[in-house]
């Protein structure tokens, strides 16, 4: 099978033999893969990872001895995979198990290919009526979704997402639809015509967000960041930390001391709910696809998705 | 009178006319004041303060036309000094006031001097059982309460201190007091018999603390500090900072995404609670103290105050 990987620096294309069902293990057909800041991330060297990037995706279940009855249909999945034996694996998630390998991040290929395995117990089938074109956006869905597991209450709440981009755009508008009132902070940008989000406040001057929040989402990516989400913090305010910032990074921390702030690291989020707010439709997200690609021409699509201002480019085989 | 600075540079001797109560200012001549690191960090340079350092202090009121009933009487006090009309200082609690002056650290001169001003309204009198060589880590303890403040519940919890210096020692004893299981992470400190404090464990190999706590206090006042209290927290675990370093600091925030860590700024504390902890003799201090200077040799209580090891400076007028 075709997949591509960050072997030795750019992007690569892997010729592999077909991998193959068992030991827990299920085989899946790529039907639609996602580039998220992460694929580009780890091809800039973040985490040295040499394995078939990808880990959003929508597949088919083609061989899954452990849950035949999933076999020929579609599913996403949760991207960690644990070692089932762990105090976290045992309390049902293994999204912080030690020894978890990640799908195309961490020990384990991904689904930048057109095959590739996950365990059956980290399968979710996908109902009918939910198009693959959504479904695919199950991963950042749900890593926005547990940003409000963490924030329990922030209904009614005034929130700043900071980055308008793939994953800030999810984030606001997944608040948005629980009831957040959500301010985007982002850039100018002309001739877009895709809006924030029905009932989204797009900021674009950061001066208009100083000291006005109590719960911050930092979401662009960068250090800078950071320090804006700082600005817009009152003392004692939240800030959710979603961006991986490639290596060390220096940041004024005595601002955290001194206003008492406090930073929540926030990742991967249970994709059940996402799925269903998905296949209800209460998250519209197919407007932020900016173009499919087919497989072959990752190259292309990976120089798309790292262009500014492009929000979401997918992979068909 | 006179007093010491950190304007242009080192330590320097400052000779001013005395300070006037009044406009709500009360007067007060010092009787004790303790080297903070905080001084320490201005003297290189942090915040660019020029007045007259310090924050630590035990005072005689003087003057104090707002409070009459307290003149004659020993007494400490709050910093961080309100403008009394935004919410923060109209909700009883001046440390978040975005107009404050904070003594001898932001726009207010401090009390390594003969005497200084404080707001009457933030003087606390001492109890006569209480002696001043205890009662000058009333602002320190009451920075180690506030940990128990943002934390409740923290009994019966295994806690690591990161820096067995000043600040971490007063940790590990507050939260010892209140029935925290404490580790103290710490350097061999050959020839010296203080103990880390009843019942506190002190660790000097940083591969004892790998993931087994929920929660650390970092205190070390160095960036290593804060990687190692990530090594030594479980995924979701708290981290609570402390240390103010000076300027900004290269830290790997990804682990903080990835583990889902809460980071938890933690500066000032209540004076009142510190007060009483002191004379009830649940906190014991005085073998922290490892010189009194006069007031005239600022350089070598400074001097000595840097040197690692130390513990607690104090000067007396």
Not at 31 to 59: K, M, P, Q, W
Not at 115 to 122: E, M, Q
């Amino acid at each position: 099978v075709i997949g591509w990987s960050a072997r030795g620096g750019g992007l690569r294309r892997e010729s592999r033999p077909s991998p193959r069902a068992g030991g827990g293990e299920a085989l899946l057909r790529t039907r639609l893969s996602g580039i998220c800041g992460t694929d580009l991330e780890i091809l800039r060297g973040y985490l040295a990872f040499g394995g078939i990037l990808g880990h959003e995706f929508v597949a088919e279940v083609v061989d899954c001895p452990e849950r035949p009855e999933l076999e020929g249909r579609r599913a996403v999945g949760e991207i960690n995979a644990g070692c089932g034996t762990c105090s976290h694996c045992r309390g049902g998630d293994p999204r912080h198990c030690p020894g978890r390998s990640v799908l195309g991040i961490l020990g384990r290929d991904g689904c930048h290919a057109e095959s590739f395995l996950l365990p059956a117990v980290n399968l979710i089938p996908l109902p009918d009526g939910l198009d693959d074109e959504s479904a695919v956006f199950a991963e950042p869905v749900a890593a926005a979704l547990e940003v409000l597991e963490q924030l329990p209450g922030l209904a009614g709440e005034e929130v700043l997402v900071l980055g308008d981009g793939r994953l800030g755009r999810v984030l606001a508008r997944v608040l948005r639809q629980a009831g957040v009132a959500v301010s985007l902070l982002g850039r100018e940008r002309e001739g877009d015509p895709r809006p924030a989000g029905a009932g989204v406040e797009l900021l674009t001057d950061p001066e208009a967000t100083r000291e006005r929040f109590r719960v911050a989402v930092e979401a662009t990516g960068r250090p800078e960041g950071f320090v804006a989400a700082l600005d817009a913090l009152r003392p004692r305010g939240t800030l959710v930390l979603k961006s991986t910032y490639e290596g060390g990074a220096p940041l004024p921390m005595a601002r955290v001391v001194v206003d008492e702030i406090r930073v929540l690291g926030s990742r991967c989020g249970r994709m059940e709910p996402a799925v269903e707010a998905l296949a209800e439709g209460r998250i519209a997200v197919r407007d932020l696809i900016d173009a499919v690609h087919p497989l072959e021409e990752a190259p292309a699509a990976f120089e798309r998705a790292a262009r500014p201002g492009t929000f979401k480019v997918l992979l068909r085989p």
